[in-house]
């Protein structure tokens, strides 16, 4: 059974910090590209940040640059997204994605995360 899991979402003033964590089961962990999406109310979903199967490579949208930071420990099957600064306009239901090929691609189910004074 194919599992990721999402935690650490929550309630945060802006220039707070959060620290989410997915926990993958079911798949050989280190074989996939891990990315963290969001998606606000009423918006598309959104590419935040993109790492590569031995974290050798990473990626970010223009809008994190700089505030976010993913990471993997494939020893523990984990991916996490470090968030500094944050802004209201971070507030979303942050996914979880893993993906070897177009054939394989999985979705954790979100955890929220909510920026607010």
């Known amino acids: 059974q194919v599992q990721l899991v999402e935690s650490g979402g929550g309630l945060v003033q802006p220039g707070g910090s959060l620290r989410l964590s997915c926990a993958a089961s079911?798949?050989?962990?280190?074989?996939?590209?891990m990315k963290w999406y969001r998606q606000a109310p009423g918006k598309g979903r959104e590419l935040v940040a993109t790492?590569?199967?031995?974290?050798?490579?990473?990626n970010y949208a223009n809008s994190v640059k700089g505030r976010f930071t993913i990471t993997r420990d494939n020893a523990k099957n984990t991916v996490t997204l470090q968030m500094n600064s944050l802004k209201f306009e971070d507030s979303a239901v942050y996914y979880c994605?893993?993906?070897?090929?177009?054939?394989?691609?999985?979705w954790g189910q979100g955890t929220q995360v909510t920026v607010s004074s």
């Open positions: 079911g798949f050989t962990f280190s074989r996939y590209v």
């Open positions: 994605n893993a993906e070897e090929t177009w054939l394989h691609v999985y």
């Open positions: 790492i590569t199967s031995t974290g050798a490579f990473t």
